[in-house]
């Protein structure tokens, strides 16, 4: 059974669900900690997590891509899907 199913569908439910980002400019775990604060302060998301190994961002919630991109690079650093 899909999430639409039941006929009441929405696609900003599962916008942003799962959404990994490349991060470059991150160098230490206080870079990782700023990128996963700037990410979780964005309206419409519901978690963050930084693996600073790969400089992957991975978010979860229906936050834009726009608007994730934009608060990491409020932060300092820069955020690609």
Do not use: K
């Not at 160098?27 to 930084?50: E, L, M, N």
């Not at 992957?56 to 650093?77: H, S």
């Amino acid at each position: 059974m899909g999430c639409c199913d039941n006929g009441t569908c929405s696609t900003t439910a599962v916008a942003a669900i799962g959404r990994a980002y490349t991060v470059s400019g991150m160098t230490c775990g206080s870079c990782a900690a700023r990128v996963t604060a700037a990410a979780r302060a964005v309206p419409g998301v519901t978690d963050a997590t930084v693996d600073l190994s790969t400089a992957t961002l991975t978010v979860a919630g229906t936050a834009t891509q726009a608007d994730i991109a934009a608060a990491v690079a409020a932060a300092g650093y820069t955020a690609h899907p």
